[in-house]
């Protein structure tokens, strides 16, 4: 069984720049996490999605936004970038439900650094 | 606010004894709890999930205890090998599916 894939693997971008991220889910899941993991801090929760509808929001301002297509698969936008962006940015999957207590399985993230 | 604290220092042990983290949380009541290995440069792995009314869960070599009176989990390695060195995080869960992590503890096991 295929696991979480994101792409790209490493993305450089400059200031004021606009950076997109990609992740497919394990087959069968319904939900999509994004977390992002700077260096030296912990995994910090960004988006959820389920069913295409974003369900909740980390602690982020609005240039970062996202969705989720109907095969389930997501995309992070990130606007305006600025160099505190940088970072490894993860997509985890799980299967659906407010609540399930499911595991959520991680990809192996992008990393995005800005210059 | 919600505050995780994993063993701040690195543990050292050797091969074949038994590694205990701790995770310590305050300022929150999880419905559940999930304990993650990561590589250098890799994605969490996910290893275990406890629920609030579990006291311990095993798989294989791993065993976490979930204990809510205390807000504390243990996540136990017996026979430790070196191929188990790597950063453990603990992170936990509610309703709304958001998961809040430990900065992690780094495992070193010493063949």
């Known amino acids: 069984e295929a696991g979480v894939t994101q792409s790209p693997t490493h993305l450089i971008k400059t200031r004021g720049q606009q950076a997109t991220l990609r992740c497919s889910p394990i087959?069968?899941?319904?939900?999509v996490y994004w977390y992002q993991q700077a260096l030296g801090l912990g995994l910090q929760f960004l988006l959820w999605y389920d069913e295409g509808e974003e369900r909740n929001r980390g602690n982020f301002p609005p240039r970062f936004s996202g969705r989720q297509f109907p095969n389930y698969s997501s995309e992070l936008n990130v606007n305006a970038l600025e160099l505190e962006d940088s970072a490894l940015y993860l997509c985890?999957?799980?299967?659906?439900?407010?609540?399930?207590?499911?595991?959520?399985?991680f990809g192996d993230g992008t990393r995005l650094s800005i210059l | 606010s919600q505050k995780i604290e994993q063993n701040s220092e690195a543990l050292n042990i050797q091969e074949g004894k038994t590694a205990t983290l701790t995770c310590n949380y305050t300022?929150?009541?999880?419905?559940?709890l999930q304990w993650y290995r990561q590589d250098p440069g890799r994605g969490p792995v996910f290893l275990l999930l406890i629920r609030e009314n579990e006291k311990e869960k095993r798989k294989e070599r791993l065993k976490v205890t979930f204990d809510t009176t205390l807000k504390q989990s243990l996540f136990h390695i017996t026979a430790s090998q070196p191929a188990d060195s790597a950063t453990y995080l603990c992170a936990l869960g509610g309703a709304t599916n958001k998961l809040i992590f430990g900065t992690g503890t780094l495992l070193a096991v010493q063949p």
């Open positions: 985890a999957s799980s299967l659906t439900g407010v609540g399930a207590n499911q595991p959520q399985h």
């Open positions: 087959s069968g899941h319904t939900s």
């Open positions: 300022n929150y009541s999880p419905a559940y």
